[in-house]
């Protein structure tokens, strides 16, 4: 999330907070204007609000704006190590984003820094190395590639590929007037799906499953390349352990296990993902479905008014094919609604 966008979902979501928790959803609903994207942030935080369980629960738009005014945009201009800080490009649940320049090999790359607060929690440490072991075992050309893993002064660090482009987020959003229809044309969905298969075969060949495929994490070169990127949730494929505590369910944009680790995106949450359950590849697959669609149709498979809608039309619906597009191949339309269900189907591959 940009510094600029940050200061929009803020704005908002004080806003939000004026109005009694009824009238919330027609007051964002205007004010919004159709952006669904910023519609969903506003009431991630929202959601946070009524139960936070602390910073480390914190959902990835709350960290950009701490990020934003807590002063680490003050890396830019300094130089860490062999690599000279220039801008900010975003901000996750498990670490701030620069673009920087390799002054050794005079090559630019993008720099993941573990924040501030995180720095001395073991936790994370262990955490951020271990995002840094999963991407130098995953040599793809489909997944963004890392370069090494730095702590200069007591500042970890990723050094990662630097990948051009735009999200596959921004190419679906309803402002891209470049689109003839509400979805990607059906020639260009399906080239990128291929792509974001091979790189989760890819992955799960590792062991690893990424646990948050989502558009917002697919980047899409200048070349029509993709690049699926952020492993930070990435955990092993024999799964990982549930936790049954209520207090701990999925946030607006994700969620929670008992140390408050962001494990996903609600709208591309498998159900046992959702349920804080074990899960293997197939979680990763039951988003790609939910990708694929979206991209075909130009809305997420699963909605809803807020976030407990969207769990629970997860675990009681199917998205409607009705909304893919008219020239949408039987096969494909086939497909994708039975796509997020291959969880029931043994151990297919995503490229299935």
């Known amino acids: 999330m940009t510094p600029e966008r940050w200061t929009e979902v803020e704005r908002l979501y004080h806003a939000a907070l004026a109005h009694d928790k009824g009238a919330r959803a027609a007051f964002l609903g205007e004010a919004c204007a159709g952006d669904e994207a910023l519609r969903r942030e506003v009431e991630s935080l929202l959601a ?3 139960g936070s369980a602390g910073f480390l629960s914190t959902p990835a738009g709350v960290l950009a704006g701490a990020v934003k005014h807590s002063g680490a945009l003050s890396f830019i201009g300094q130089r860490l190590g062999a690599y000279q800080i220039q801008s900010f490009l975003g901000a996750g649940g498990m670490g701030e984003v620069y673009r920087a320049r390799d002054s050794r090999l005079g090559r630019d790359v993008a720099i993941k820094i573990l924040p ?3 720095r001395t929690d073991a936790d994370r440490l ?8 999963t991407l130098a075992a995953l040599n793809h050309p489909n997944i963004g590639a890392i370069y090494g893993l730095e702590d200069v002064d007591g500042i970890p660090a990723l050094v990662l590929e630097l990948v051009e482009g735009m999200t596959l987020a921004d190419r679906l959003d309803p402002r891209d007037n470049t689109r003839d229809g509400p979805g990607l044309p059906v020639a260009e969905a399906l080239t990128l799906a291929r792509q974001i298969a ?5 992955a799960h060949a590792r062991g690893v499953v990424h646990r948050d495929v989502k558009p917002a994490n697919i980047k899409i070169t200048p070349a029509g390349v993709v690049k699926v990127l952020d492993f930070g949730l990435a955990t092993a494929a024999v799964g990982a352990a549930p936790s049954p505590d209520p207090t701990h369910a999925p946030t607006g944009t994700a969620g929670g296990t008992r140390d408050g680790v962001i494990l996903g995106t609600a709208a591309y949450m498998s159900p046992e993902q959702g349920r804080g359950q074990v899960v293997d590849t ?3 697959v039951w988003a790609f479905g939910c990708v694929l669609f979206e991209m075909l149709a130009g809305t997420q498979a699963f909605g809803g008014n807020n976030v407990s809608d969207v769990l629970a039309a997860i675990l009681t619906a199917e998205p409607d094919s009705r909304a893919l597009a008219a020239n949408t191949p039987a096969s494909i339309s086939t497909l994708v609604p039975v796509q997020a269900r291959l969880r029931h189907g043994g151990k297919q591959k995503a490229r299935n």
């Open 126 to 133: 262990a955490r951020f190395e271990r995002e840094a072991r």
């Open 282 to 284: 197939r979680t990763d």
């Open 116 to 118: 501030r607060l995180f």
């Open 198 to 202: 091979d790189a989760l075969d890819a």
């Open 48 to 50: 946070q609000e009524a």
